[in-house]
């Protein structure tokens, strides 16, 4: 079946200018979370949706960034102002999360690499 | 100090080798244990779940030691398919979240 996918594959923008992600996670899947791989970094936690609602947002680093799910599906990441360390790739993924062992399993999308000039 | 500490590698091994990765994890409250791997410019992909037991799953071995807080990984017969960063992947009580730790780097040649 069809994995998460995400939009726009890349993105370049001018600092300062607003940008938005796009994720379409797994059908079915009531869990969405936003991670972010910087160069040289780990992934880093951003934000985890369980339904439309998102009771951990500890990830997100500043008042700039924030998502939001809908419909229990899709879900957006929008950056404002964007700087030059908002550089990374932007990776969403999702998990069924019903509590059994499985649904802890996390499948990624392919991310958004992008780049703030 | 990282949450989950890796040797960033890289390792490079000739095919057939056998190679160890080891992981170690700063919070007692972890609960669950995932090596991710993940290809250049790719998304990570779970290799495999790491149970208390241990565990197999064709050439891959994974170990969880929770006294010590320690998690491997071994690969016999390494392929050069296996070429990849392995991410050692935890998940903590209370929390859904994965943290990750910044990946092990393998080279396999021929």
């Known amino acids: 079946g069809a994995g998460v996918s995400q939009s726009p594959s890349n993105k370049v923008t001018e600092k300062g200018k607003d940008v938005e992600l796009r994720c379409d996670p797994i059908?079915?899947?009531?869990?969405l979370y936003w991670y972010r791989q910087s160069l040289g970094q780990g992934l880093e936690f951003l934000i985890y949706f369980q339904g439309n609602s998102a009771p951990d947002k500890s990830g997100l680093p500043s008042d700039r960034f924030s998502a939001e799910r809908t419909g229990g599906s899709v879900s957006t990441l929008t950056i404002q102002r964007t700087q030059q360390e908002d550089s990374a790739v932007y990776l969403c993924?999702?998990?069924?999360?019903?509590?059994?062992?499985?649904?802890?399993?996390?499948?990624f999308g392919p991310g958004t690499r992008l780049t703030v000039l | 100090r990282k949450e989950v500490e890796q040797d960033p590698g890289p390792f490079n091994v000739p095919e057939g080798a056998t190679v160890a990765f080891n992981c170690t994890y700063s919070?007692?409250?972890?609960?669950?244990f995932f090596w991710y791997r993940q290809d250049c410019r790719k998304e990570p992909k779970l290799l495999m779940s790491?149970?208390?037991s241990g565990n197999e799953d064709g050439r891959f071995t994974a170990q969880l030691n929770r006294a010590s807080q320690y998690i491997s990984l071994l690969i016999r017969d390494s392929k050069l398919s296996d070429s990849a960063t392995y991410l050692c992947v935890v998940r903590n009580t209370g929390f859904q979240k994965l943290v990750f730790g910044t990946g092990t780097r393998l080279l396999v040649s021929p």
């Open positions: 919070n007692s409250a972890s609960q669950s």
């Open positions: 790491v149970y208390s």
């Open positions: 059908s079915g899947h009531t869990a």
């Open positions: 993924a999702s998990s069924l999360a019903n509590g059994g062992m499985r649904a802890d399993t996390q499948y």
